[in-house]
């Protein structure tokens, strides 16, 4: 999106054309256009599941029936008959899930999902040759492929492991039977989340349907306060504030990616004359500038996601200290988070959020060694097989263990200085947004000649120094006292576990947690 569209492009989809005219009178590419269009009529919709077809006026059976009728609609007109993969892959699961053994129906479900979608990422490359469509089948698709597998493993958890077997974060979401197709289809094709997700548990989604998602949280959060008599006097909390937000900021992300995201060309990074002519420091200043700007088209997406999702009344997390609603349940990013990230590991726990829990739900947290590597390998599969997303992940590794070390070894000699500590945080914001930066370029290049040209001209320094760094503070790597900010979050999280439900009890809202180490 950051670069001029290719005409032969602009009018393509796989869709309806119902809107070609809008796309010709703002000259965006129809396949955009649909996309926009869904989701703003979801957005409509969901407000009138929340007024019209609320629990206390319809019965579960007919909002799991509207949402993932809805949901299919919306799917057809943006993809056309496309969406049959997506409607293929979910039945294919939902027939493991009823007739494979549970022992093994989360593995038959992993590689199932991920198979379906591998193969669909492979023929996708190989069709459009890197023209791809901007919205093409392949992004529900992967939403998909998060909740089927996330599904499968709790299944298995619930069915197949004693409760002693399962971390505090696991229990509550184990599911203790297998889903009807009804809940299956609703759950997969929802129309809040079938095109950008967020993915979210399925006890959750089953709660916010049969009307008890915002009670329990409501329930427990009162009695903590006020004794179990205070649940009859909190009202329901509206999502109006936080929906009326998060327009706010899709509106400001659409200002920002039409008067800056266009002007800043990530492709710039590796054309030939500025490479060949610019210093290195003007390459780098305008490497850091051009990933910054790509970042609006992101936060504009899943903004409008998490509001169409708040929009139904899905998304109720509790109340914050301040004592005001918290709609962030199901996030996918805390953009101050993001922008203010002085770790690489603080930087992708706000980051694409619900993603990050999926990862460390169905591997981090299962696999025996080899977890960090193996966690984003997966998460590179699961984007596509573009050899840009490879790059970008197979560098993130040596940056993610360079970030440890560094932050175990060096931050304790600053964290009791304020002057010294703020200093150390302004360069690791500094360093962790050019890492950033550095990392994801080959993501949005894609391609392996553009890929090396940008390395080569950065000389690979960020590789370079990364390794340097972990070789040089390897021996540093001993268990210590844990400092006072950990204490600090074990502290607080102990309080949290006895204000907030479920998943709430383990780990912050903002938090993927796949390394401790901060």
Known sequence: ???????ALSAKTTGSKLLLPVSEFFGFPLDQVNFLACQ?????AACWFRLYLRPSRANPRVRHAV??????VLLIFCFGWYSAHILLVVLASYLIIVKADINN???????????????SQVSRAFIYNYGVLSTDFSGPLMIVTQKITTLAFQLHDGMCKKSEQLSCKQKPLAITERPSLLEYLSYNLNFLSVFVGPCSNFKEYTDFIEG?????RLRHHSGTRNGHNGYEKTPEPSPVNAVCRKLLVCGGCMLVFLTVTRSLPIKYNVDPHFVSRAPFLTRLAYAFFSIQAARPKFYFAWTLADAVNNAAGYGFLGFGEDGKPSWDLISNLNIVGIETATSFKRFIDNWNIQTGVWLKTVCYDRAPRHRLALTFILSALWHGVYPGYYFTFITAIPITMAARAVRRSVRIYFVGFRGLKLGYDMVSWAATQLSICYTVMPFLLLAVEPT????????FHVHIISI?????????HKPSKPPATTKRFSSSSSSSSSSSPGSAQCQPVHSNNIDKVD
């Open 212 to 216: 008890t998602h915002i009670g329990r």
């Open 1 to 7: 999106m950051g670069e001029p569209e290719d005409p």
């Open 468 to 476: 340097l760094a972990v070789i040089a503070l390897h021996w540093k």
């Open 67 to 72: 949402a993932a009728l809805l949901g299919v």
């Open 40 to 44: 703003l009529f979801a957005l409509a």
């Open 105 to 119: 129906v989360h593995r038959y479900s992993m590689v199932t999902a991920m198979g379906y979608l591998t193969a």
């Open 452 to 459: 090396l040209v940008y390395y080569r001209s950065m000389y």
